[in-house]
């Protein structure tokens, strides 16, 4: 895109030209329009701060990064005085889990319908979106394939959706019907396979799958092509899905700092929850209670384990080489309030700013496998942008404030509202 910056210095010439001539086929943006957001500071999801530029959009992409200034299009998003950076990018939701009409946790008896889990599902998408998360994981359900594919035909504003489409547990059976589980669920258009290698941290946390019962699990995901996400907690869970070649590790509250090498070495991604699961239980526990696996002796359990978690998390922020990443946990009761684990990521659990905008940008991405698509500011990449009230690397709660939000070059949030016609 280099002869684009020159021409762009023309004002005689329209941007769809300049593109043209740069070697964009005028195709491409025959039917869209360009849009400029006018910035002069940008995060740019890897690690480097941009100044003064003007980002060009069209067809859901970002086209092009010209200086402040150059940039031409139909419509100028003027963004200054703002933090802008790539959409957050949560690894572990579950966006179709709600309250049904009489407070308690959804229960399928209540109303069975997929249409009822459904619409609740847009709804949460919806706060989530609102929140600056462009792209969820949402691990567990067999019922969110719908709404993901909804929201990537644009019927319905949400994050960009990854699904699970179920998941393997103690009760799915030998390593050779786990095989077939994970078979069956790559089939049926899974994007990735949850695991669970030990029971809730309400019961104790124990590990309750077998070496080769993971081997099955993990090795039979790489084989279809997709990634494993594993939940555990204790060390030794840890060591069988680091051997079983797994992807991500989800909580891990019962590990010990000498348990942090282990993700260095074998480059598993990590994803550690420590303030807005927590509290989330903690405000809405009558609510859960008494539904399914939740009870309130459960809660004491896992809210004994939040100073553990938070060590853990703590000894794997300050140590070099693991791959953090933006992990939510989001249930009932939380969606659209992603954000403020990202907050607490940085005031609570220590981990540097930039480093927490990486972690649930570009690191986050390359989680998924979709690192050369999402997770930064950059010419190809999808237009996922959203901008923040305040500077996070100098007052970390400015990553809660969303002031516009941006998804494959659609505006959903503009809260400053300064365009030029």
Not at 228 to 248: N, T, W
Not at 343 to 350: L, P
Request: proline share 4%; aromatic share 6%.
């Amino acid at each position: 895109m280099a002869n684009s910056r020159a021409l762009s210095r023309s004002p005689r010439l329209p941007l769809i030209l300049m593109l043209a001539l740069s070697g964009w086929p005028i195709s491409l943006f025959s039917q869209e329009q360009i849009l400029v957001l006018r910035s002069d500071y940008i995060l740019d999801g890897r690690g480097a701060v941009l100044q003064n530029r003007d980002l060009i959009v069209s067809d859901g992409l970002i086209i092009d990064v010209l200086d402040s200034g150059e940039g031409l299009g139909h419509r100028v998003y003027d963004l200054s005085g703002l933090t802008v950076l790539p959409g957050y990018i949560d690894t572990h939701v579950h966006i179709g889990n709600h309250f049904d009409a009489d407070g308690k946790v959804h229960r399928q008896s209540v109303d069975p319908s997929l249409a009822h889990t459904t619409l609740h599902g847009i709804e949460s998408s919806f706060r989530t979106l609102q929140d600056g998360v462009t792209t969820i994981q949402s691990l567990g359900s067999p019922r969110d394939a719908q709404l993901r594919d909804w929201i990537a035909r644009g019927e319905i504003p949400g994050p960009r959706l990854l699904t699970s489409l179920g998941a393997v547990n103690e009760n799915t059976g030998t390593p050779q019907q786990i095989r077939d589980f994970v078979r069956d669920r790559a089939a049926a258009g899974a994007d990735v396979i949850k695991v669970f290698a030990s029971t809730s941290i309400r019961l104790g946390g124990v590990t309750n799958l077998s070496q080769a019962q993971l081997d099955a699990a993990c090795g039979e995901a790489t084989t279809q092509g997709l990634r494993s996400v594993v939940h555990l907690h204790r060390p030794d869970a840890l060591r069988m899905v680091a051997a079983a070649g797994c992807s991500q590790v989800e909580h891990g509250w019962m590990l010990g700092p000498d348990d942090v090498e282990i993700f260095v070495d074998s480059g598993m991604y990590l994803g550690n929850q420590i303030d807005l699961l927590f509290r989330n239980y903690v405000n809405n526990g009558e609510r859960y209670a008494g539904v399914g696996g939740y009870t309130l002796e459960g809660f004491s359990n896992l809210h004994a384990s939040q100073p553990t978690a938070l060590a853990f998390f703590q000894a794997a922020a300050n140590t070099p080489g693991v791959n953090l990443v933006f992990s939510t946990d989001a249930n009932a009761g939380s969606h659209g309030q992603n954000s403020e684990e990202l907050v607490a990521y940085v005031e609570r659990g220590g981990l540097d700013p930039m480093a927490a905008v990486v972690s649930a940008t570009s690191i986050a991405a390359e989680s998924l496998g979709l690192g050369d698509r999402i997770g930064s500011i950059a010419t190809g990449y999808e237009a996922d942008i959203i901008a923040l009230d305040g500077d996070p690397l100098v007052d970390p709660t400015a990553l809660g404030r969303v002031v516009f939000v941006m998804r494959a070059g659609r505006v959903y949030r503009n809260d400053a509202p300064r365009i030029q016609q």
